[in-house]
């Protein structure tokens, strides 16, 4: 199991009692697949994602990322690993808007302490296989929306993830767009082995995952297998 | 400092000001520090300039510190204090500010009378031949061998030599008898002088000749507080020089608080992505002290420009390597500090932020 989240329940202060937006979740994703999360708004989808990212520690239970529990690891070393095991491809896009295209993918390696200059190719083949080779000099504001996204997708996989976690990356496209985004990580996710997480609110991305879960007021639901 | 370096290309227009408010501040400090040291230099030189290590001051009244007007030795003040062991030599030196004149031409100066075979007395001086300072012979319109009338007296000019200035008037070195017979309007009570100057081993213990001399002691460089002049001068000059400092540590915290606060957005992203705290605060504060050196070091290069076209003329102005590095220096330190303690903040960005669809 590349990602597992072993009842897992995470409160947030509110007012004089506490939220439980996760409620003793369990799941498990393997490698090179992608599991599909569903669910109305505020249901919990990105705490999830915070947690498996660890952004957040929860109040109980386990995150194992990559075989590596997460529990007892110090800031820094949660840093590490999400430098150097976790994805994280953003709702917005959330470039950085001083940064080419390539150099979004060159920070990725920089702040993990290796030159820009040796992870050059590897940034060009990531933006090849989004279909940006002709666009890794433009800054974000010479992109389009889809453009955005594609690198933001590209920039998640620079460090060679083991998880990537996907929060709803179609929701500022359109259809056809959104369509080739999400084929996009499907292909990624088989391709580099990926265990992938997608939060959606669109179920025609569905039929792409080998699991597709439902989230209701921090409960997640997994179906026996589809 | 990868994304510090494009942020600054990226946001030159901003960075452009702000630099430019550093180059501006460090001229100035600069140049006010080319002055101070200049005017300090017309107020202190013949005294830090003396071959002499201590100056021995009548002892103020109690509660008053020492000061050159208010100073008056006797003949038994310099005996005494060459007598004392580890005393090499105490000479006497008379200080008074006085008008001369020679043809049409006046101006103040300041008469240091010494014992012509004194060491501390320059070449050439003796009873009715007084030795002048550049600034002086130059005022007066003589050379030497010429003739001047200082206070009542007449003196012919045994020298022109050094710069030596005392309280923003040139020095005019008389010997010891001629300076008595100037002042003394009248009767005078003879063998006066206004300080001793020693020469002293490290031995010496000056405390117990204060004692006994009736003086109070100080080195040289704390001997300048008693020029009236420079205490108020310096110590006004200075407070304007802290407070531009203090400024500039403000103006710059101010700007990298706005900036590090406009990107706590892309922070947070970064931090999300795995970059670690110190990271981030290296990134940020490299890119402080780039744009600091970059403009203190443009300043600091405007003042030297400035300095050299004005310092040769009646403006005081020195300017030598620490009048010009020392603030530049002072400048990077307390920017980089305002920087910092601005960009902290960066600790406490929530990479949490990043997620959802908040921004
Ligand atoms: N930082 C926080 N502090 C307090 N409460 C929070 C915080 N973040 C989320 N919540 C609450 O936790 C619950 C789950 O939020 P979450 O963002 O995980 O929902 P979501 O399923 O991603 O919703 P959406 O589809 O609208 O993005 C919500 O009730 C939300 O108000
Ligand atoms: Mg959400």
């Not at chain 1, 709803?168 to 265990?195: F, K, M, Q, Y």
């Not at chain 2, 205490?231 to 802290?242: D, T």
Request: charge should be negative.
């Amino acid at each position: 199991m590349t990602l597992t989240l072993d009842t897992v329940t995470l409160t947030y202060q509110d007012g004089d009692g506490r939220l439980t937006a996760l409620d003793r979740v369990a799941l498990d994703v393997p490698a090179g697949t992608m599991a599909a999360i569903v669910g109305p708004s505020g249901s919990g989808k990105s705490s999830l994602l915070a947690v498996a990212a660890t952004l957040v520690t929860p109040d109980s239970g386990q995150v194992l990322v990559a075989g590596t529990s997460t529990g007892e690891l110090s800031r820094a070393e949660k840093s590490a690993l999400r430098r150097e095991r976790v994805g994280i491809v953003f709702q917005q896009p959330n470039l950085l808007p001083s940064l080419t295209s390539a150099e979004q993918l060159h920070v990725m390696a920089h702040m993990d302490g290796r030159k820009p200059r040796q992870v050059r190719d590897r940034a060009h083949e990531l933006l090849a296989a989004v279909g940006l080779a002709d666009k890794a000099d433009r800054r974000p504001h010479q992109l389009s929306g889809g453009q955005r996204q594609r690198v933001n997708i590209a920039r998640a996989l620079m460090n060679d993830p083991d998880v990537l976690l996907v929060d709803e990356p179609t929701s500022a496209l359109d259809h056809e767009r959104g369509a080739a985004v999400l084929d996009l990580i499907v292909r990624l996710t088989r391709e580099r082995g990926t265990a992938t997480v997608l939060v959606t609110h669109d179920r025609a991305h569905l039929t792409e995952a080998d699991q597709v879960c439902e989230m209701t007021d921090g409960r997640l639901y997994v179906p026996a297998a589809a | 400092m990868f994304v510090a370096s494009r942020d600054l290309r990226f946001a030159k227009g901003r960075f452009a000001l702000m630099g430019a408010v550093v180059v501006l501040i460090t001229l100035l400090v600069g140049l006010l520090s080319g002055l101070t040291a200049g005017l300090a230099r017309e107020n202190t030189s013949a005294v830090t300039g003396l071959p002499a290590d201590h100056l021995a001051f009548a002892a103020p009244p109690d509660g008053q510190s020492v000061s050159f007007t208010n100073s008056s030795v006797t003949e038994k003040t310099w005996t005494n204090w060459s007598a004392r062991p580890g005393v090499e030599s105490a000479e006497p030196i008379g200080i008074r500010t006085l008008n001369a004149a020679s043809g049409d031409h006046t101006a103040a100066v300041s008469a240091f009378g010494v014992e012509p075979a004194a060491g501390i007395a320059p070449p050439g001086l003796a009873p009715g031949a007084a030795v002048l300072s550049e600034q002086a012979a130059q005022e007066l319109g003589v050379t030497a061998g010429d003739t001047v009338r200082i206070g009542s007296l007449e003196q012919r000019v045994a020298a022109v030599a050094g710069d030596a200035s005392y309280s923003h008037t040139p020095v005019v070195w008389t010997s010891l008898d001629d300076w008595q017979r100037v002042g003394r309007s009248g009767a005078g009570t003879g063998g006066e002088a206004t300080v001793v100057a020693l020469t002293t081993t490290a031995g010496a213990d000056l405390a117990a000749g204060d004692e006994a001399a009736g003086t109070e002691t100080k080195s040289l460089d704390e001997a300048l507080t008693a020029i009236g002049s420079y205490q108020a001068e310096n110590g006004s000059l200075q407070l304007m020089r802290g407070f531009l400092f203090a400024i500039s540590a403000l103006v710059i915290g101010a700007f990298f608080t706005v900036w590090t606060m406009q990107r706590s957005a892309d922070i947070a992203v970064l931090k999300a992505l795995g970059a670690a705290t110190p990271y981030l605060l290296k990134d940020a504060l490299g890119q402080a002290v780039l744009m600091l050196v970059a403009g203190t070091g443009l300043g600091a290069l405007l003042a030297s420009g400035v300095g050299l076209l004005i310092g040769g003329g009646d403006v005081p102005f020195v300017l030598d390597p620490p009048t010009v590095l020392v603030p530049a220096a002072v400048m990077i330190a307390l920017g980089a500090l305002g920087a910092a303690l601005s960009i902290r903040r960066i600790t406490a960005v929530d990479p949490l932020t990043a997620l959802g669809s908040a921004r």
